[in-house]
């Protein structure tokens, strides 16, 4: 297939590789020109505008925009919906809140032209490992995009068949999904978020627990200076905690055990506030994704190795970096 992409950070630009290493042309265009100028030295067509992107793709066009959710999506669904013609479809991969999916296919609706929201996981790795795609909008745009979603996601043989489940009963086994009607992908993505903030914050605690298992103000006799990379190595291997999460713990402290290139300071992105958001709305308990997200506001005023370790989890899986102290 042919398609357009609009943002060419982190994620975009890997994305734009793997399409056109799995066939398929792609039309890229970012603010900063130097982005656009390297991935079209890799085979992608630049565009110099949304306007030049829009003419270079043919009809029905296929536009995935993947920005920061708010106003740089908004007003460039916005901008989309004047340039674009019926019968083509726009598709938001960013982490937008799954209430603006809604409205936005409702505008884009009113032109004939179609929009799917897509949670797309995988960060930095999914060049290599793939992307794990949550779709929400109409069906038969799903389907016209399937062929981006195949190549984008890590295929079937990314993990080992679930016993009990009969082969080849649906794409969740590939790493793609439609989810239901316009949100429904942002939806599952924010709840995938929420829980990734809580199973985050149970290594970090666990984590720490171990650093501080040498203190003075334990009883000598039940201290123990335990090499935390060399436990977390350990536990890649046969345990029940064993996750891709840990693998990246792993790799963080065999590049720096005691992660004095980390202060502390973890970030949020949103979701796991709209997933806390969701559940009251839902009346749903959700006791430790609330604490985890509480957790990261505490960490901007005081660091522990535990801050650190989620950091570390960050820029490992995201390529996110700290902010400077007092920003």
């Not at 460039?76 to 809604?102: P, Q, R, Y």
Request: charged residues 20%; glycine residues 12%; contains cysteine.
């Amino acid at each position: 297939m042919q398609m357009g992409m609009i943002g060419l950070g982190r994620m975009g630009s890997n994305m734009v590789r793997r399409l056109l290493q799995g066939g398929h042309s792609c039309v890229a265009y970012d603010r900063e020109p130097n982005s656009v100028n390297l991935i079209a030295r890799e085979g992608a067509v630049a565009a110099a505008s949304i306007d030049e992107l829009v003419a270079k793709l043919a009809t029905p066009r296929v536009v995935w925009i993947m920005l920061p959710a708010g106003n740089p999506t908004e007003e460039t669904v916005l901008a989309l919906s004047g340039k674009l013609s019926a019968g083509d479809t726009v598709i938001d991969g960013g982490n937008s809140h799954f209430k603006d999916d809604v409205r936005r296919a409702g505008i884009l609706r009113g032109k004939a032209i179609s929009f799917l929201d897509v949670g797309t996981s995988g960060g930095v790795w999914g060049f290599e490992r793939g992307y794990c795609l949550m779709a929400g909008g109409e069906k038969a745009a799903f389907q016209r995009a399937e062929p981006i979603f195949k190549t984008l996601a890590p295929n079937a043989s990314s993990a080992r068949p679930t016993p009990g489940r009969r082969k080849g009963s649906g794409s969740a086994e590939e790493g793609y999904l439609y989810c239901g009607p316009a949100g429904a992908g942002h939806f599952v993505k924010m709840i995938h978020n929420g829980i990734e903030y809580g199973l985050m914050q149970a290594y970090a605690e666990g984590f720490d627990i171990l650093k501080n298992a040498n203190s003075a103000q334990l009883p000598s006799e039940y201290r123990y200076d335990l090499e935390i990379a060399e436990v977390a190595e350990l536990w890649r291997r046969g345990s029940v905690v064993g996750s891709w999460l840990l693998d990246l713990i792993a790799i963080a402290l065999a590049d720096d055990p005691a992660l004095s290139s980390y202060q502390g300071y973890v970030g949020d992105s949103g979701e796991g506030r709209w997933a806390i958001l969701a559940a009251l709305e839902e009346a749903v308990p959700a006791e430790v994704l609330s604490a985890s997200v509480y957790t990261r506001f505490r960490s901007r005023q005081e660091h522990t190795f535990a801050e650190k370790i989620l950091s570390a989890m960050r820029r490992q899986f995201g390529g996110h970096q700290e902010r400077p102290s007092g920003s």
